[in-house]
C-alpha cells in the first residue's frame, strides 16, 4: 500500500535534508517507519510518506525549513496527530513533513476576553485539560483528539458545531508561515474587525496548501452551568431530522444534536451490552442555567412526541447523562462489531436540514442496493451526516463497489444544494468533486489564490487545488 | 469639495458610456448630480464621483456592464444605499457606479433551513418586513438601513452582533460577478462545509474590491418567543465595562448591550426631552422565551449591583421597551443638539474587551485636551465602540485637530491588541493604518490575492489595499 516513489528531485531532497539535518539533528527523522507514519494511514487513500520528517520547535524554525525547502522547491506539508481522513498529510510528490509535536503549548489565557493564545501541536483535549479551572473552554469537538492546527486546517467541526459553530467560527486569529518564508498574522485579538480581507478566514480551511499555522488565537466559551443530556428514539430517520429542523426553528439553542441510525443503534448494543431500541435515536444536551436546560429539556420533549417520538429520557445530572450517552459516546468504537476484521471507512456529505430525511433515506436504500454495511450517525442540526464503511480490504471487488456508493453519496448531496464534506475537508479524496460542487469559475478563484500565495506549488502539494 | 477630475482616459470613458448607453438607455445616468450622490456625501472624506451610473436588473447585466468596463479598463463600483462612512463608494480613478437600486427582490426563503435567497440591493429593513410573518428575521442591524449587498461588502454588525454574529457569520454563500466578467458562486447552502477556500468570507468584507456581489444567502434566525429590555446606570465607563465582561462571562446570552458615556446621555435627553441621569448607561435587551429572558435580566441586575450600578430597569413589554430604549435609538439624530450646525463625523475602532475601559477611559481624555465634542456610543459586548465628532467644517483647524485626534484613536485601539474599525470597513479612510494593523506580510498577502482575482485593478479601485 505504501508508495514512496513520488519524490520529482533527488538532488533537490537530498540537499534539503542535509540543510535540515545540519540544524536539526536528530529531529531529523528519514526512517521509513517513521515517514509512512507520517503519510495517510487510516483510510483507503494509499500511503505517500514524505522523504523526511522534522520537529521544529518555534515559528522561527517552521520559517528555516520553509526557507530550506523553498529554495530546492521541495514540497512541505504540516502534520498535527494524522487524524485527517482525506490524504490530507500525504506527499504525493515527496517533500518534507513538518511534525508539531514538539510546538503543544498553551501561551497566554484571557478569561475575561474568552480567548487563548496557542501553538498548532496542542490537541483539543489537552487544552481544555489545561483550561479546566478557569471557567472556559474550547467547544469544538470532532471527535478524535486532533491538534488545534490540524482542526483549523480541515475547518473541523463536530458534535456541538450547532450551538458553538465550527473552526471558522472559534479561531480569531493565526500566525502562518508562508511559502516565501515570511509570517503573516492574520488579525488581532479583537473580537471583530472590518480591516482588510480575512486572511483568518481564508487560512482555516486551506489544509496547509496556502501557508503553514505556527500560533492560533482561539475563541473560548464560558462553561455551562448547567447541562442537560439525554436521549430519544423515533420511529423513522425522517421524524428525527423533523425534530431537529423544529427545535432550532423555534429557537431553542440546543448544544447537541445527534442522529443514530438503528444499525449504529445495533452496533453499539453488540459493543456496549446495552439493550437500546434499534431504532433511529437522537442524543441531545442543553447547555444554560439550571432553569433554563430543564426548560429545553422539556420542550424538546414535547415537540418528540408530537411527531411520534419519545419518550425523551434526560438528566442533568453528570454521571447519568454520560450513561445516556454512552451509545453515541461509543459510536465510532462499536461500528467494527457489525463486521468483525472489517475495515473502517468514514466517509461525509452535509445538506441544507431540509433536504436531510430525503437524503439519508436515499442513502438507506443505496446502502442495501449495494449489498454494503455502513451505519449512519449525523450533526442533524447541521445536516451534516457521517457513514462508517465496513469494508474487506482484501477484496477488491467490494472496494470498488464501496468507491462507487461515495461517489453516488457525495452526487446526492450535491444534487440537494449539499457539500462532498461537511468537516473532513478536501485533502486529496475529495478534489474530484470541487468542480462539481463549486462550478469552474469558483475553483479557477481558489487556484488563483493558491497561485499568489504559492507561487512555486511547494505548500502541502496535490491537495485542494 | 466635489472632484471631478479622476478619471485616467477619457477616451476609454466615453467608448465605456457609449457602449452602456446603447445597452442600458435611460438605465445610464451621466449627470453631475446623480454623479455626486453616487461618491462619498456623509463624512469629511472628498466627493469623487464616477464618471456614470447604471442600474442592473440581473447578473448577467452585471456582467455585461464589468465585461465593457474590463475590455477598456475602466473601474467599476458597486453601489447600495451610500450609507458607507470611509468613502467606499468613491470614485478616485473615475469609472462607473453599478447602483442596485433594481435588484432588490427576495428570491426564496427557506424557513426550514433558516436562510433566504436575496438580491443586493434589498435592504436589511425591507428583507425583515417581507420575513415579518414567518417567524424568522436578519438579526444585523448596524443602524442605517443599508442595501445587504453593501452590509456584506464591509463587514457590517451593529448592536446585536454580540449574540448573531456580523456579516462574516450570517451569509452563507454569495454569487460574485469576477473582474473577468464571469460569475462565480461560493457555496452551497448547506450550513457549513469544509470543502475548499472560503470564498465566502474572502467576498465579504472585501468591499467590491475582488468582485461583484449579485447575489446572497442569508442565515436568519427564529424571532424570539420572548425579548426583555432595559436601561442600567452606572457611576463609570469602567463599572460598565465590567458589567459587559462578567455577563458574557457568565454565559447569560445577551442579545445586545450598548454603552452611552455621559456625553450621550446628554445628548439624548436634550434631542428627546428626557431626565436620564447623565451617567454612563448600559441599554440590553434579551432574546429567549418569556422564563429565560426574566431569569437572564434578573442576573444581569445583580451583576450590576456588585459593580455599583442599577437600578436595572427592565420590561417584556414592547410599548415599554420601546420607551426604555429611545435614548439608544436616538442616539444617532441626537448628537447635533451638543453643537448645532456642525457636521457629525462617526469613526469606529475596535479592542479587546478586557481593554475596552482603559480605551474609552484614554479616548474621553484625548477629547477633552484636544477641545472636541465627541459623544461615544458602544457595542461593549464586542470590544467595539464610535465615537461622532461634532466638527465645523469650515474651520480648518478644528478639521486639522480632529483628524490628528482620529490618528491617535487608531493609534491606541492598535496598540491595545485592537482594530482600526470594527464595523466601518476601510474604504479610503482607514487603508494607511493596516500596514500597522496587520504587518507587511499580511497586507503583500492581501495585495497578492487582490492581483489575482483582479489582475487590472478595476474592481473598486483606490480602497483597502
Redesign the interface.
Known amino acids: 500500500m505504501s508508495s514512496d516513489s513520488g519524490t520529482r528531485d533527488p538532488k533537490a531532497i537530498a540537499q534539503v535534508k542535509a540543510a535540515l539535518a545540519a540544524k536539526f539533528g536528530n529531529r531529523l527523522v528519514t526512517s521509513l517507519a517513521v515517514r509512512q507514519q507520517h503519510a495517510n494511514t487510516i483510510t483507503w487513500i494509499e500511503n505517500q510518506p514524505p522523504d523526511a520528517v522534522v520537529y521544529p520547535q518555534s515559528t522561527e524554525e517552521v520559517q528555516d525549513i520553509v526557507r530550506i525547502c523553498s529554495s530546492h522547491r521541495v514540497p512541505v506539508i504540516p502534520f498535527g496527530t494524522g487524524t485527517s481522513l482525506e490524504g490530507h498529510v500525504n506527499a504525493p510528490f515527496g517533500g518534507v513533513s513538518i511534525d508539531f509535536r514538539d510546538m503543544n503549548q498553551v501561551l497566554a489565557v484571557?478569561?475575561?476576553?474568552?480567548?487563548c493564545v496557542i501553538q498548532p501541536g496542542l490537541t483539543r483535549k489537552a487544552l481544555n485539560e489545561y483550561l479546566r479551572d478557569q471557567?472556559v473552554f474550547f467547544p469544538i469537538d470532532p471527535g478524535a483528539d486532533a491538534s488545534l492546527g490540524g482542526m483549523a486546517s480541515?475547518?473541523?467541526?463536530g458534535t456541538n458545531?450547532v450551538r458553538y459553530?465550527?473552526m471558522?467560527?472559534n479561531v480569531l486569529a493565526l500566525k502562518v508561515v508562508?511559502a516565501n518564508g515570511?509570517?503573516?498574522?492574520?488579525?488581532?485579538?479583537?473580537?471583530?474587525?472590518?480591516?482588510?480581507?480575512?486572511?483568518t478566514?481564508?487560512i482555516?480551511?486551506?489544509e496547509g496548501t496556502?501557508g503553514i499555522i505556527t500560533e492560533l488565537t482561539l475563541r473560548l466559551?464560558?462553561?455551562?452551568?448547567a447541562i442537560s443530556g439525554g436521549i430519544c428514539p423515533f420511529p423513522s430517520v425522517d421524524a428525527c431530522c423533523k425534530a431537529a429542523?423544529q427545535t432550532?426553528?423555534?429557537?431553542i439553542?440546543v448544544a447537541r444534536i445527534e442522529l443514530l441510525d438503528a444499525l449504529q443503534v445495533r452496533a453499539v448494543n453488540l459493543y456496549s451490552k446495552l439493550t437500546l431500541r434499534e431504532t433511529p435515536m437522537l442524543f441531545l444536551e442543553f447547555?444554560?442555567?439550571e432553569?433554563?436546560v430543564a426548560?429545553q429539556s422539556e420542550?424538546f420533549g414535547e415537540i418528540a412526541e408530537e411527531l411520534g417520538g419519545g419518550p425523551f429520557e434526560w438528566t442533568l445530572r453528570p454521571e447519568e447523562r454520560t450513561k445516556l450517552w454512552e451509545a453515541r459516546h461509543n459510536a465510532a468504537f462499536s461500528t467494527f462489531t457489525l463486521r468483525p476484521g472489517s475495515s473502517m471507512i468514514p466517509t461525509d456529505v452535509?445538506?441544507?436540514?431540509?433536504r436531510l430525511a430525503e437524503c439519508v433515506a436515499e442513502t438507506q436504500a443505496d446502502i442495501a442496493e449495494s449489498g454494503l454495511i455502513a451505519p449512519i450517525v449525523g450533526h442533524v442540526g447541521?445536516?451534516?451526516f457521517h457513514l462508517t464503511l465496513l469494508v474487506d480490504m482484501n477484496d477488491p471487488e467490494e472496494i470498488k463497489v464501496a468507491k462507487a456508493f461515495n461517489e453516488r453519496l457525495v452526487q446526492r448531496?450535491?444534487a440537494m444544494?449539499?457539500?462532498?464534506?461537511?468537516?473532513?475537508?478536501?485533502g486529496q479524496g475529495?478534489m474530484k468533486?470541487?468542480e462539481a460542487?463549486?462550478?469552474l469559475?469558483?475553483?479557477?478563484?481558489?487556484r488563483?489564490?493558491?497561485?499568489?500565495?504559492d507561487p512555486d506549488g511547494i505548500m502541502n502539494p496535490g491537495k485542494?487545488?
Chains 1, 2 share one sequence.
Open positions: 484571557h478569561p475575561e476576553d474568552l480567548d471557567g480541515t475547518r473541523a467541526s458545531a459553530g465550527t471558522k467560527d508562508l515570511e509570517v503573516m498574522s492574520t488579525a488581532r485579538r479583537a473580537k471583530k474587525t472590518s480591516a482588510g480581507y480575512d486572511l478566514r481564508l482555516v480551511g486551506a496556502l466559551s464560558g462553561i455551562p452551568e429542523i432550532i426553528q423555534t429557537g439553542p447547555h444554560g442555567t432553569g433554563s426548560e420542550r452535509c445538506v441544507p436540514i431540509s447541521d445536516g451534516n448531496a450535491l444544494d449539499g457539500t462532498c464534506t461537511g468537516e473532513h475537508g478536501v475529495k468533486y470541487l460542487e463549486h462550478g469559475p469558483a475553483l479557477e478563484a481558489m488563483a489564490v493558491k497561485r499568489a500565495l485542494i487545488v
